[in-house]
C-alpha cells in the first residue's frame, strides 16, 4: 500500500481514483489485514475505488493495540468513513469483515449519516445465528492455536514459526473475541440492497446460514456461491471480482 494511509490508516487507497463513481471499503476476516485484498484495485473499472480497511494492530498498524470489541472498532470505524464522504461507498466484508461492515451501516444510520448503497457479506453466517461453540478466545494460547488450527484459522506456515505466531497472536485472540462475544440488538432492517457471499464447502458458514442475510434488508437480495471452502475469494479471486463488479452496477 503507498498512498494516503499515513494521513488515515483507516481506509487505504492503493490506486486512487478520483474519478470515481463509488469506493469499496474491503473488510478483512479475523486476523487478516488489508493486504487480504492486494491486487485487487488494479481489477475493477475505472469506476470504482477499491479502499481496503487497515485495522489496528496488523501490517502499517502493527504497533497499535487491536480492538476485541465490536462496539468501540464499529466506532472508530465509523469516524474515519465519515471523513471521507468525497463518494458514496459500498461494503464488502469477508468473515469478521461482514459483520463489522452491517454494524458500521447500522451505527452510521443512528448517527443520521449517509451508510454503504451497497453491503455485500461474504463468508458469515447472518448477524442473528451465533457462533457454533466451542468459545475460544480466552483459551490459553496453546489450546487457541491449536482450536484455530483444527478449523483452518491459523495457516501451517504461521502455525509453525513461533516468532511469526507470536506476533499475529494478539490480533487474532481479538479479532475472535469479537466474533465470540458479538450479542445482536434487533433494529429495524436496512434500507439497501444485501448480497450474500459463500464457498459452497464453507464449514463455518454454510450458504444455507448466508442466505438468512435477506432478513435484514427491505431491498434486493442476492445469495452468490463459489467453489470452495471459507477462504474461497482466495483461490477463486478473478471470479469472485467479476462478480462483485456485476452487482455493483459498473
Known amino acids: ?7 488515515d490508516p483507516w481506509i487505504l487507497r492503493p490506486r486512487p481514483r478520483p474519478a470515481a463513481r463509488l469506493r469499496l ?6 486476523g487478516g489485514g488489508a493486504s487480504a485484498f492486494r491486487g485487487w484495485a488494479e481489477l475493477f473499472p475505472e469506476s470504482i475505488e477499491v479502499c481496503p480497511v487497515q485495522l489496528p494492530g496488523r501490517e502499517q ?5 487491536p480492538i476485541d470489541r465490536l462496539e468501540p472498532l464499529v466506532e472508530a470505524l465509523a ?5 471521507r464522504r468525497e463518494v458514496p461507498f459500498a461494503v464488502f466484508g469477508h468473515s469478521n ?40 478466545h480466552g483459551l490459553p494460547d496453546d489450546e487457541f492455536v491449536a482450536e ?9 506456515q504461521v502455525r509453525d514459526h513461533p ?13 475472535v473475541a469479537i466474533h465470540e462475544t458479538y450479542e445482536y440488538q434487533d433494529e429495524a432492517p436496512l434500507e439497501i ?18 442466505a438468512e442475510w435477506a432478513y435484514f434488508t427491505t431491498r434486493e437480495f442476492a445469495l452468490r456461491t463459489f467453489p470452495g471452502g471459507h477462504f474461497y475469494l482466495a483461490s477463486d479471486r478473478d471470479r469472485v471480482i467479476q462478480q462483485l463488479v456485476r452487482d455493483l452496477g459498473a
Open 163 to 175: 516468532e511469526l505466531l507470536e506476533l499475529i497472536l494478539p490480533v487474532l485472540r481479538a479479532d
Open 97 to 136: 469483515g461482514a459483520l463489522i461492515g452491517f454494524e458500521l451501516a447500522r451505527r452510521l444510520r443512528r448517527l443520521g449519516e449517509a451508510g454503504p448503497v451497497h453491503l455485500v457479506a461474504s463468508g458469515r453466517r447472518a448477524p442473528h445465528v451465533p457462533p457454533p461453540p466451542p468459545l475460544t
Open 79 to 83: 469516524g474515519a468513513v465519515l471523513r
Open 148 to 156: 484455530l488450527s483444527r478449523l483452518g484459522g491459523i495457516p501451517a
Open 193 to 210: 440492497p444485501i448480497t450474500g457471499y459463500a464457498g459452497v464447502d464453507d464449514p463455518r458458514a454454510p450458504p444455507d446460514t448466508v
Open 61 to 65: 498498524r502493527l504497533r497499535e493495540a
Open 1 to 7: 500500500m503507498n498512498t494516503s494511509e499515513a494521513a
Open 25 to 30: 471499503l474491503c473488510i478483512p476476516h479475523a
